[in-house]
Nanobody, 124 residues
């Protein structure tokens, strides 16, 4: 069982930065055994993949919209995964969610566990 809780959202000016955090509470397995992902969803739109990190940070992947601006990283000792977002643009505001799955290969497509989300807003 995994419980996820995001934080760090807020209002930022265009071109600014935010760092989102996702704290995990796990049972049955260690946090370090889970691959993790970040997703986002705008009102009226489908939830979309943003970034993925494997168990030790050795493999990461990003949506095209995030490449070069966002960085996903993790601290297994703190049971936490982060999303550093730079150069935020007016099209970036969304609710951002962290997620994970029992099988690493499903994190990007069909996660089993989701956090409640954190809101990001960008002012122009």
């Amino acid at each position: 069982q995994v419980t996820l809780s995001e934080s760090g959202g807020g209002l930022v000016q265009a071109g600014g930065s935010l760092r989102l955090s996702c704290a995990a509470t796990v049972s049955g397995r260690t946090f370090s055994s889970y691959a993790m992902g970040w997703f986002r969803q705008a009102p009226g739109k489908e939830r979309e993949f943003v970034a993925y990190i494997n168990w030790n940070g050795g493999r990461r992947s990003y949506a095209d919209s995030a490449k070069g601006r966002f960085t996903i990283f993790r601290e297994n000792a703190k049971n936490t995964v982060y999303l550093q977002m730079n150069s935020l643009q007016p099209e970036d505001p969304d609710v951002y969610y962290c997620a994970t799955a029992w099988q690493s290969e499903r994190v990007e497509s069909t996660p089993d566990y989701w956090g409640p989300g954190t809101q990001v807003a960008v002012s122009s």
